[in-house]
């Protein structure tokens, strides 16, 4: 269901949880053309805009705040019409004014998206990846774009893009982890063109030249090891991610699992309401699955809609790249009592954002809500801590590579299951 609301300033397009439709709600961890989260993050969205029933927003300032940023920004306009030697183009300077009030917030997850980005920011949401294949996520640590994962069969991976590697630049232009949406439009580009990536792996520099091609997002993947125990994977939740996984999970029962691994590592998240339906499969109607709470504290609470699909003992892998919609499911079933965490702690997104389009077409994505477990467990910078930590050993450097014999993780969750 989509729902509409426009007044004469703007109109608001807000990602709250319709089953349809796409997202990326939850988290952070950002899903662009090439497929990046949230995380969005990072990260994959879905939206829908307010009907003229629901809630107007309007565009508001204190008089003597407004006043001062008016005044600020005149004096300097003064300045630069009296003294700057060169042509002044003033839409490029109002851009930038905005571009930097809003990045003044310090959020990563916030940012200001103008016209001529904004349509293709809302393909790229909606699913119409052209790019490389690449999930990627500010790191705080260097100031850089790191590399969350590459999606599997993508030209990222097959050109040996790691998880983990950090972009120095693009096409030999450097960018800053500030830098998000430029990055992802500088990566982007035309079906069969080519792009210039120089990451940072370890101590070592590696370039790539990688051909840009529509990227399809990995299905489902299913099978049983050890003679019962199912196996499931997938690397984000996109439109239809919760009823892949319920075919899935039903052509394994059939195949007489006693048991299930759930694998989200190296999940960025998406679409929130799949990961409620996934984690609805587990428990009892009505169940509280999550809580969403906003800058006045005003809660709203998910609870589960149908009976329950899955009745098993149950692991979830997780690990460092485990984030948003992935920590939702996560965190519900480990506070629910339905799944054991074995791995390492998540990432720690636990925030949503809204996009706010205004009139000249130009929008600003914000940070406008956070997620709490079903105990009311923090998510957002905290991560979920595992019930058993395992690492990986050493020689391993690609948990997507690694070999199901040195999968010291995946090995730990077979053993308890047994």
Request: hydrophobic share 35%; aromatic share 8%; proline share 2%.
């Amino acid at each position: 269901m989509k729902k509409t609301e426009k007044n004469n300033d703007y109109k608001v397009i807000t990602e709250k949880r319709t089953r349809s439709s796409v997202y990326k709600i939850i988290m952070l961890v950002i899903l662009v053309a090439f497929v990046t989260f949230i995380i969005t993050t990072i990260g994959f969205y879905q939206y829908f805009t307010n009907s003229d029933n629901g809630k107007k927003f309007m565009i508001t300032t204190s008089s003597k705040e407004g006043n001062e940023i008016a005044n600020s920004i005149s004096q300097y306009k003064s300045i630069i019409d009296k003294y700057y030697l060169g042509e002044v183009d003033e839409e490029k300077l109002k851009e930038g004014a905005i571009k930097g009030y809003i990045e003044g917030l310090d959020d990563p997850y916030t940012e200001y998206i103008s016209k001529e980005d904004m349509e293709e920011y809302l393909d790229d949401t909606m699913g119409n990846f052209v790019g490389i294949g690449i999930y990627m996520v500010k790191d705080e640590a260097t100031n850089r774009i790191k590399v969350l994962a590459p999606i599997k069969g993508s030209p990222a991976e097959k050109a040996g893009v790691l998880a983990g590697d950090i972009i120095i630049s693009v096409n030999d232009e450097e960018f800053t982890g500030d830098q998000f949406s430029v990055i992802s439009t500088k990566i982007k580009g035309e079906e069969g063109s080519t792009v210039k990536l120089k990451v940072l792996r370890g101590e070592e520099e590696k370039e790539f030249e990688i051909k840009r091609e529509k990227i399809v997002v990995n299905p489902v993947e299913g099978k049983v090891i050890e003679k019962n125990i199912g196996y499931i994977a997938f690397s984000s939740f996109d439109e239809n991610t919760s009823e892949e996984f319920k075919k899935k999970y039903e052509e394994l029962a059939s195949q007489g699992i006693k048991s299930l691994i759930i694998d989200l590592r190296n999940n960025g998240g998406g679409i929130v309401d799949e990961a409620l339906e996934i984690a609805d499969y587990f428990v009892e109607k009505d169940t509280v699955l999550l809580y969403e709470v906003d800058k006045d504290n005003n809660e709203k609470v998910e609870k589960a809609k149908d009976g329950i699909l899955i009745n098993m003992p149950t692991i979830v892998l997780t690990n460092e790249n485990t984030a948003s919609s992935s920590e939702i499911l996560a965190g519900a079933l480990k506070d629910l009592g339905k799944a054991k965490i074995v791995g390492t702690k998540t990432y720690g997104k636990g925030v949503i954002q809204s996009l706010l389009t205004l009139s000249d077409g130009s929008g600003i994505k914000i940070t406008s809500e956070e997620y709490l477990t079903p105990n009311k467990t923090k998510i957002n910078k905290v991560g979920i801590e595992p019930d058993e930590t395992v690492e990986l050993p050493d020689t391993v450097t690609n948990v997507l590579r690694v070999e199901e014999k040195d999968d010291t993780q995946l090995q730990k969750a077979i053993q308890m299951l047994k």
